[in-house]
């Protein structure tokens, strides 16, 4: 691996509002805090776990300050700028360099479907006009994202240098990583595995050098990353197999899990406001997710503790 290789656990850190809809900037600080001292290798912020969506540019831009002035150059960042059009995603790309953040996570848009040409001519648009800056191509499933197929995704980061990852969610996530890395591109450096680490053994054993979960578990994250790196194999497979039901859950109430379990571990104070159109937890599926949440203590797959 290249010097500067980014790998690891990158975890996506979510958007902690107030009950008023405003951010919660203490709480926003606790996470990122607790993210760095469960030892994630790095941040991605803004993401789709982060609901860049439905954040304006004057919150976009508190936020990535707020962010790059608690990591203080502690570990790497990477700054979610997709956008369908790619003077957009310039304009995202230029404020993130503002703050010091040229490394970025691009979806490939869903409008452009499995255009390879069009793919191609957004993202050299984007490279050209953030020179000196790496991208991250996330390959996100129908209809968050284009659910490119293999072929077009090595298409497009063979006629691009700026690409140099690639984040690989479209299922099945382990055999298309298998196909990407039997094609050899000279600047592409590794792949990481997206679906908030569900099939992380799968990528790992397959190549995959990392993963971008959601935050509210990084501390099993890292240790589940770093015992497989170690050779541990069944520790691995142990937290990995801990992490599934929380997981699982995850599909069905995205943020709001993220934010309830980070909630009930103490880390942050507002459990479920959420802008995006997500499913509500109701008191069934907490007391669930609080079951889970007593396994993983239990067993000790969680040992940040507030």
């Not at 993210?35 to 919150?59: H, N, Q, R, T, W």
């Not at 490394?103 to 020179?131: C, Q, W």
Request: proline content about 5%.
């Amino acid at each position: 691996m290249k010097v500067n290789t980014l790998k690891g656990i990158f975890p996506v850190i979510p958007t902690i509002f107030n009950d008023n809809d405003e951010i919660n900037l203490e709480s926003q600080k606790k996470v990122i805090q607790f993210s760095l001292e469960s030892g994630a290798d790095g941040i991605v912020f803004p993401g789709m776990a982060s609901e860049y969506s439905f954040l304006s540019k004057e919150e976009r831009g508190i936020l990535l300050k707020l962010l790059v002035d608690e990591v203080n150059g502690k570990v790497p960042l990477i700054a979610g700028i997709g956008a369908p059009d790619s003077n957009d995603v310039i304009a995202l790309g230029k404020e993130a360099c503002s703050f010091g953040i040229t490394r970025f996570m691009i979806m490939a848009p869903s409008h452009l479907g499995n255009d390879v040409t069009k793919h191609k001519e957004y993202f050299l648009h984007i490279s050209e006009n953030l020179p000196n800056c790496e991208i991250m191509l996330q390959n996100a499933p129908s209809p968050m994202g284009a659910g490119l197929d293999v072929e077009f995704i090595l298409e497009i980061v063979s006629s691009n240098p700026s690409i140099t990852y690639i984040k690989e969610e479209t299922l099945p996530s382990g055999p298309r990583i298998t196909s990407l890395l039997k094609n050899s591109i000279p600047h592409l450096i590794g792949i990481f595995g997206g679906g908030g680490a569900r099939y992380i053994i799968d990528e790992l054993n397959r190549g995959a050098i990392g993963a971008l979960p959601a935050a509210e578990i990084t501390d099993l994250h890292v240790a589940l990353f770093k015992s497989y790196k170690n050779g541990d194999y069944d520790t691995a497979r142990r937290l990995y197999r801990l992490s599934l039901p929380l997981l699982t859950a995850q599909v069905i109430y995205r943020t709001r899990l993220t934010k309830y379990v980070l909630y009930k571990r103490g880390i942050i104070t507002n459990m479920q406001h959420v802008r995006a159109p997500i499913t509500k937890l109701e008191e069934q599926a907490m007391k669930d997710i609080n079951n889970m949440l007593e396994d993983l203590i239990k067993s000790k797959a969680l040992t940040w503790v507030s």
